[in-house]
């Protein structure tokens, strides 16, 4: 079972300051299959980018990600009030799915 | 638009079982297959397993396996969960999640969530 693990736990930062969101996993992957959502209190989590690096559908440019084989990261190049919140990965290694621990992204 | 729309919250003594609904709207209901997802309180998502709407063998995650069946109707668009021998420790949201599709989608990523339904266990 592949597991990822994501860094840091929680990332203190201000308004309009750039996060950067590790996750890494315990064998080289496939980034076709890396995905990133947001979850905020109380809500369902919401799909932000998929295979690794592509946005999904009215996912504002400011997220991006990036990486490949076991390293993989998603940034938010400024972050907004309403960006203040839990994030995980999450892969698919051909017959599981699997999450991430989840980064919190508090203000500073 | 898609959305899932699930049961409502749940309260259920130790030993006994839970069925968790899912309704479809909005899309194809048996063009792209479903997950279920579960949080327990203030902790991370668990990923459950993912089952076919038009029916065959669902894929459950190792840890639930033997516990959990998930199952389909396709004339209502509604996907059931049902998890058996409930403990403590199974207290959580539970979400249902569709799989946008393979190649060409978005690669197998949940691109559209239920709203959640709370099952709590406790004596």
């Known amino acids: 079972e592949i597991v990822l693990t994501q860094s840091p736990g929680t990332l203190s930062l201000s308004p309009g300051e750039r996060a950067t969101l590790s996750c890494r996993a315990s064998q080289s992957v496939s980034s076709n299959y890396l995905a990133w959502s947001q979850q905020k209190p109380g809500q369902a989590p919401r799909l932000l980018i998929y295979g690794a690096s592509s946005r999904a559908t009215g996912i504002p440019d400011r997220f991006s990600g990036s990486g490949s084989g076991t390293d993989f990261t998603l940034t938010i190049s400024r972050l907004e009030p309403e960006d203040f919140t839990m994030y995980y990965c999450?892969?698919?290694?051909?017959?599981?799915?699997?999450f991430g621990q989840g980064t919190k992204v508090e203000i500073k | 638009q898609v959305q899932l729309v699930q049961s409502g919250a749940e309260v259920k003594k130790p030993g006994a079982s839970v069925k968790v609904s899912c309704r479809a709207s909005g899309y194809t209901f048996t063009n792209f297959y479903l997950h279920w997802v579960r949080q327990a309180p203030g902790q991370g998502l668990e990923w459950m397993g993912i089952m076919n709407p038009t029916g065959g063998t669902p894929t459950y995650g190792q840890k639930l396996h033997g516990r959990v069946t998930m199952t389909s109707d396709t004339s209502t668009s509604t996907v059931y969960m049902e998890l058996s021998s409930l403990r403590s420790e199974d207290t959580a949201v539970y979400y249902c999640?569709?799989?946008?599709?393979?190649?060409?989608?978005?690669?197998?990523?949940?691109?559209?969530w239920g709203q959640g339904t709370l099952v709590t266990v406790s004596s």
């Open positions: 999450q892969l698919y290694d051909g017959s599981q799915w699997t």
């Open positions: 999640a569709r799989d946008c599709g393979g190649a060409g989608s978005c690669s197998h990523a949940f691109d559209h």
